[in-house]
């Protein structure tokens, strides 16, 4: 078995697939060769200066496509009316106006603020096929989406709290 096809048997390949963008898939990353160095998004920082910007989960998740703990963000429980925006680039997100309790232990949205805000690709790490979110200003990883949400759009997306930034709406 060649190393490529080794490495997406064991999830470690995913392939990008814009969500309001191109249709057709524009290649193959892992956490080592992120979208980002591919020069596919307009925002892009180094390594080094991805580390220095964020936190060690936050890289972590952002970066690496990892999961914060179900439960822990302080995002699950706000009520308020504002924005979430990504704490990489500061990009619009999510609305609160599109935020529900999933009961999962993150926070949920029904749609994102812009359908060009998020973009979409295919992640295998569990040896089925999900939807992964990412920002679509710097590839940053957000979450996954899922066919289980409340109406209008039936959807959810289940966002780690450690990737998204919460603006207070002003009065």
């Known amino acids: 078995m060649n190393r490529r096809l080794f490495l997406g048997w064991l999830g470690a390949v995913s392939i990008i697939v814009p969500y309001a963008g191109k249709a057709a898939a524009m290649g193959l990353f892992d956490s080592e060769k992120t979208a980002a160095k591919k020069s596919v998004f307009p925002f892009q920082l180094s390594k080094e200066e ?3 910007q964020l936190t ?7 970066r690496e496509a990892g999961t914060e703990r179900s439960g822990t963000s302080p ?4 009520k308020r009316d504002g924005s979430y925006h990504c704490v990489g680039c500061d990009n619009h997100l999510f609305s609160s106006d599109h935020k529900f309790d999933s009961g999962t232990g993150w926070p949920s949205f029904w749609q994102p ?3 060009e805000a998020i973009g979409m690709s295919v992640d295998q790490k569990l040896f089925y096929a ?3 979110e990412h920002c679509s ?6 979450g996954h989406i899922f066919d289980d949400g409340p109406q ?3 959807k959810r997306h289940c966002i780690n709290g450690v990737a998204l930034l919460f603006k207070l ?3």
């Open 75 to 78: 995002l699950n429980k706000e």
């Open 137 to 142: 200003n710097c590839g940053s990883h957000l």
């Open 130 to 132: 999900r939807t992964e």
């Open 50 to 52: 991805w580390h220095k």
């Open 56 to 62: 060690s989960q936050q890289y972590n998740v952002m």
């Open 113 to 115: 603020a812009r359908p």
């Open 152 to 154: 209008p759009t039936g």
């Open 169 to 171: 709406q002003s009065a």
